[in-house]
């Protein structure tokens, strides 16, 4: 039996700031990993491809407002940073 990923430890190198800051990435990178995993059967980020990404942020937070979107966005460019990914995501 395998073990569930760990979000946690796998942003754990590129998280910084104020605990609250560093939990609301963990929370939405979770919510993200989650809606991946439904949609596209990636359990992983390092099954992640750009466009499963960008179909994050383009339909699943489409009726958001544009902070919640903004917010979104730093946690996909700490994700991109931690896979060394160069993907580029505008708001």
Known sequence: MSQPFDMDLFLDGVLRGSYS???RHLR???LIQAELSKRWQLETPWAWKRKHVAWFLDH????RSQAT???YLLTVQ???R???KSWVFHS
Do not use: D
């Not at 699943?60 to 009726?63: S, Y």
């Open 78 to 80: 700490l994700l991109t």
């Open 82 to 84: 931690r896979l060394e």
């Open 69 to 71: 979107r903004y917010y």
């Open 28 to 30: 939405q990178a979770k």
């Open 60 to 63: 699943r937070l489409a009726e």
């Open 21 to 23: 800051t560093r939990q």
